[in-house]
Structures are given as C-alpha cells and as structure tokens.
C-alpha cells in the first residue's frame, strides 16, 4: 500500500470521527433546546390564563434546559482548548480547601440519597487552574449520578500528603466500567457505556478527559481502578507545592460556590437543585 493510500485511509476515518463527533454535539444541545421550545408556548398560554403554578413550572423547564446547553457549551470549549494545545494559567492552589469546598458545595444541592464521606489533610497545596481541577471533582461526581445503582450514591474522598505529593483516593457505588473499555475511558468523545451494550451513553464523551488534562496540567496523574458491578476508584496524584501564604490562591467557601453561575451548578444541573429564579 502506498502512502498516499495509507494517507487517504486515514483522511477517511479522521472524517467519519468528525462527523460522528459532530452528531454528538448536535444531539447534546438539541434536547435542551427542543425542550425550550417547547416550553415557552405552554409558558405564555400559563400566563395568559394566569396559571402561575404552571407558567413557574414551565419557566423552571427552561431553566433547567439552559443550564444543560450552558454546560455543554463549557465543556466542548475547555475540551477544545485542551485539544489544541493552549496555554491555561496556573497558580499557586490550597487543594485542601478546593476539595473541601467542592464537595461540601455539591452536598447541599444534590439529591439526600447521596452520602459523601470527605477525609482530607489540610495543608495540601498544588500549581494548577482552580477552575480547571473544580470541574475535574465534578466530573467525577456526576459520573457517580449517571451510573448509579438505583437512588443510593455513595461517594468517599480522601486527601493525603505522601512523599511529596497529594494524593487523593475518589470511590464510589456506581455500577463500574468493564475493564477492557476502562482503557479508553479518558479518550476525548469516548461514548461506549459502561454495560458495552453496543450503545452510546448519550453523553459528548469529554468529563474524564478534561479531568485527565486538568490533573495533567498540575503535574499530576490520575489512574482509574474498576469492577463491573463494584464501582470505580480514582487515584489522583499531583506533585505537593511548596508555598507562602501571601503566594496562595483560596478556594472559594462552599456557600460561595453556590452562586447561580458556579460549576456546581452547571456540571451538576440533570442532578441538582437549580438556584432560586
């Protein structure tokens, strides 16, 4: 086989991949948006007839859908810039605080059904992007949500100082990857569900990959360790920063984190309590 023929095979499979990424995209926002639609004519008829139970119904489905587009909107562009190559800033991060805040964020406007255990070390600080790493832990989280088995998620963290990294332990109850498709599991717009049914998850395909590559961008490293049917570990390393106070980046509080346009919020928002309109 000659090497333009080689060339044109690989012309052609990058195509079908584009193409197939791009139905992927086009699927993600056209529900949210045909669920706006479809609700506005229902919200101005509501309102009309001074139906306000149903006009605040209709508006919290517009609501909810707009959160869903404002998320995928974010995740296709950090995963672009990721893709190509660009140069996000670091800085200097309590990842204790970060990690604290996160999750103890995501507790109050998350379903009661989920139990998260957090043990974490003060005093653990890594050079990385607080939004970046922010929506790493969410990433997590909501994969915990999409895989769950039945209306019981359990989540427990860990963070440690050992050997000059900070090492934290993710685990879950969710219902776990096949080992053969955890091997791809960080690849960008890898769609395969965990039950290797032959069908798409319905999601782009991007959540861990943005986690790998954000973790990545601090220095760090992330492995993935599953059971089918047993739930998923994540083990994080980054490299412990050395720093001075006046040098550190705080993390936002919990409560703080919880403004209406908070990652949690649109990470989380098939899941979550949305923000009073």
Not at 60 to 78: E, F
Not at 144 to 163: A, I, M, P, T
Not at 174 to 181: A, C, L, Q, V
Not at 191 to 211: C, K, S, W
Request: glycine content about 6%; some cysteine.
């Amino acid at each position: 086989m000659s090497d333009k023929e080689k060339q044109d095979i690989t012309n052609n499979v990058m195509h079908e991949k584009l193409i197939e990424y791009i139905d992927l995209i086009n699927i993600q926002f056209r529900e949210p948006a045909t669920g706006i639609f479809a609700s506005l004519p229902m919200l101005v008829n509501n309102i009309n007839n001074q139906n306000t139970e149903k006009a605040i119904e209709n508006l919290h489905g517009v609501y909810k859908n707009t959160y869903a587009i404002l998320k995928g909107i974010n995740n296709i562009s950090v995963a672009a810039k990721f893709l190509g190559n660009y140069q996000f800033t670091k800085n200097t991060i309590s990842f204790s605080e970060l990690v604290n805040n996160v999750f103890s964020g995501s507790k109050i406007v998350l379903p009661g059904y989920l139990k998260i255990n957090l043990d974490v070390e003060e005093g653990c600080f890594v050079e990385g992007n607080s939004m970046l790493l922010t929506v790493a832990l969410l990433n997590l989280l909501l994969n915990s949500f999409d895989y769950r088995q039945g209306d019981n998620v359990q989540v427990h963290v860990s963070l440690k100082k050992e050997n000059g990294r900070c090492v934290l332990v993710y685990r879950d109850n969710s219902i776990g990857i096949k080992p053969h498709i955890a091997q791809e599991i960080f690849n960008p717009f890898f769609t395969v569900n965990p039950f290797d049914d032959g069908e798409q998850n319905g999601n782009m395909g991007i959540g861990l990959y943005i986690a790998q590559q954000a973790i990545k961008h601090a220095g760090g490293t992330i492995l993935l360790q599953t059971e089918f049917s047993e739930g998923v570990s994540y083990l994080i390393s980054i490299p412990d920063h050395m720093v001075y106070d006046d040098n550190i980046l705080r993390s936002s509080s919990s409560e703080m984190l919880l403004n209406r346009y908070s990652d949690i919020f649109i990470q989380l928002c098939e899941y979550c309590s949305l923000p009073d309109l």
